[in-house]
């Protein structure tokens, strides 16, 4: 993967993982309070929601400056996310489908995530001969080349097989 994308999906990552933490130690120490458990849980939806969209602004603007050739990469991130985010939210406030009648929060739900899960069909479906090379072309780092033949990291200047100059693909 490339070095660029790397960093928003490790700050998310950690991010997700500080939540997970925060939501072990409340389901822990705030089990018996099933009010403040409740507020905690949603809170901690929304932190997750906020992750999300974050990761989505900056994994699509590091896409735009590596791969801008290649827009519909973002759409994808981006309807992606999106789904991931009607998720949470479905699940944060399903406490209270109950209060609704006639199902109408599933129903309003439903059609929320459908609209992201077309959106990606049609982005796939559109660009299906390019996908193999918009994958490859995002997914592999740049590599400095020994007149050897040994893939070396970006950062050599030399190579770590033989001592030579190493050269860029």
Do not use: H
């Not at 896409?63 to 801008?68: D, E, F, N, R």
């Not at 406030?93 to 059609?111: Q, R, W």
């Amino acid at each position: 993967m490339k070095k660029e994308l790397q960093r928003p999906i490790i700050n998310a990552i950690l991010a997700l993982i500080l939540v997970i933490l925060v939501r072990i130690v409340a389901m822990v120490t705030l089990k018996k309070v099933d009010a403040v458990y409740s507020v905690v849980d949603i809170a901690l939806s929304l932190a997750v929601v906020v992750i999300l969209l974050k990761f989505m602004k900056e994994f699509n603007q590091q896409i735009a400056l590596s791969s801008p050739e290649y827009p519909q990469v973002q759409s994808v991130v981006r309807w992606f996310i999106i789904l991931l985010v009607i998720l949470t939210l479905y699940g944060a406030f399903s406490p209270f489908a109950a209060d609704l009648p006639y199902g109408i929060y599933y129903i309003v739900f439903f059609i929320l995530a459908l609209i992201p899960v077309y959106s990606l069909w049609n982005i796939l479906y559109k660009n299906t001969a390019q996908l193999s090379e918009i994958v490859k072309n995002i997914s592999l780092e740049d590599k400095r080349v020994c007149s050897c033949g040994w893939n070396n990291p970006i950062s050599a200047k030399f190579c770590n097989r033989c001592g030579l100059p190493v050269g860029k693909v």
